[in-house]
């Protein structure tokens, strides 16, 4: 069974695409917490950051660096964002397909409340 992230990746489910390239793509969150709220994921299916192993190291840097590009696409880099990956029960995980979250676009406040 795909995740819904691989289905998104493929084209599969209709999505807003804002950048993909061989290792990664990057969509807009479905229910958005801030202004920007894009996902990051991983084209390969890697289940959660705990699942991460030593041939993933470029796909890890580059989760980090889209994100980098992403903030400056979406005019939020000067002002700043959050990234955020959440991780099983107590991360808050909902979908088990690693990805990333870019926050941004007000300021997001204390990192947890
Ligand atoms: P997490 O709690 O870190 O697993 O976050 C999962 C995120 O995926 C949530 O912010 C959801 O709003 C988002 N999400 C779920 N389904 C979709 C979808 N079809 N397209 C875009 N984002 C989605």
């Known amino acids: 069974m795909p995740s819904l992230f691989a289905k998104i990746i493929r084209g599969e489910l209709p999505s807003d695409i804002v950048y993909q390239d061989d290792l990664v793509t990057a969509f807009r969150d479905i229910n958005p917490q801030a202004p920007t709220h894009v996902l990051i994921v991983p ?64 300021a997001m406040g204390r990192m947890l409340r």
Do not use: P, S
């Open 43 to 106: 084209n390969k299916f890697i289940r959660t950051v705990n699942d991460l192993t030593a041939e993933d190291e470029q796909i890890a840097g580059r989760l980090l660096l889209v994100a980098k590009k992403v903030a400056e696409q979406e005019g939020i880099a000067e002002d700043g964002y959050r990234i955020i990956i959440n991780c099983n029960r107590h991360g808050g995980q909902e979908v088990y397909h690693l990805h990333m979250h870019l926050v941004g676009g007000r």
